[in-house]
Each structure stands twice: as structure tokens, then as C-alpha cells.
């Protein structure tokens, strides 16, 4: 299978360049979600349904656990998992941090450079 794309033309409003330019857009049809990976899962080894599934769940669990506590996770041949914060509002004296005052922006991922190899193998199929 391959990964589909499709060119969408950058309109250039500031230097009016006569020559176009494209970026590429990927394009996903599906969403797998937790059930379709236990399944396969469970099809590439001798685990059970159950096993599988009580692995995956307690995985989840225990990465939230550890980014709560402020580490980072790293998962060998997947990548890293750490939290990215912001202030709710701005502060006009740094030396008084009211409660609450710092929030969880994101939970940053950056794929491990096997899985970059690994995806970067793909084909890519162009749409209409």
C-alpha cells in the first residue's frame, strides 16, 4: 500500500513570483485505532487477546504516569514522549508564579531514526 498525496499550489502574495511552487499534502483514509492494533498484535505472536491488550492498556497508563511525573519516555525502535508547557497567562513579575499558572501545552513525539527509515521507505500514490 502506499501513501497518498496530492500537490496544492502556494499562491506567493508578497514577492509575486511568476514561477509556482507546490507543497505536498499527505492524505489518510483511515484512523487505526487501539483495537485494530491488538488484533494485529495478536496475529504476529503467541499472545493472547487479553494479554495483548492488558500490555497496551498498562503502556498507555504508565506513559501518562511518567509525563505527569515530568520525565521523558522512550520507547527503543519507536521514539520519545515528553511534555512541552505555557503559562495559562502572562506574568508581569517572574519571581511570583501563581498556582495554576503553568499548564501542559503538548505531549511532543519525535520518531526514533529506525522508525524514520522504516516509514521512509514507503511509496507514495498521487490523487486527484
Known sequence: MSIKYKLTRVNDNITHNPVPRYNVTTVSYNNIRMKQLKERLCGMSA???????????????????????????????????????????????????????????????QASKELKEEVAKARFKRIE
Open 47 to 109: 499472545a493472547s487477546p487479553g494479554d495483548v491488550s492488558l500490555v497496551l492498556d498498562n503502556l498507555s497508563d504508565l506513559l501518562a504516569e511518567y509525563l505527569r511525573e515530568g520525565h521523558t519516555v522512550t520507547i527503543d525502535g519507536i521514539g520519545t514522549f515528553s511534555v512541552t508547557a505555557t503559562l495559562a497567562e502572562p506574568l508581569e513579575d517572574p519571581s511570583v508564579v501563581p498556582s495554576g499558572a503553568v499548564r501542559v501545552k503538548a505531549i511532543r513525539f
